[in-house]
């Protein structure tokens, strides 16, 4: 079983920046996809980014050159930069991580994010 706890949501204004962070624990296969998805009031959850053990990313359309995603290996923790940030930015952000054999998707608890225009 694999734990993911996110951290670091918040209240911003339009323009700020806030990180987010996931730490997972447990049985954690070493190559895997971490990512962050979102979903906003009466919204489907959406892709934000992800990022392999390897280190290739990819991102929405509509956060590429503002958020940054990272990750520490060794942590098991991924990050999320979000820079520039805008009130359609606002939901709940989901950490995420697929993985091991066979493969299984692991989702965390959630984290708010606000941007206030």
């Known amino acids: 079983q694999v734990h993911l706890v996110e951290s670091g949501g918040g209240l911003v204004q339009a323009g700020g920046s806030l990180r987010l962070s996931c730490a997972a624990s447990?049985?954690?296969?070493?190559?895997?996809?971490m990512g962050w998805y979102r979903q906003a009031p009466g919204k489907q959850r959406e892709l934000v980014a992800v990022?392999?053990?390897?280190?290739?990313?990819n991102y929405a359309d509509s956060v590429k050159g503002r958020f940054t995603i990272s990750r520490d290996n060794a942590k098991n923790t991924v990050y999320l930069q979000m820079n520039s940030l805008k009130p359609e930015d606002t939901a709940v952000y989901y950490c995420n991580l697929v993985g091991g054999l066979p493969r299984k998707t692991y989702w965390g608890q959630g984290t708010q994010v606000t941007v206030s225009s």
């Open positions: 447990g049985r954690i296969f070493s190559i895997n996809t």
């Open positions: 990022i392999t053990s390897g280190g290739s990313t």
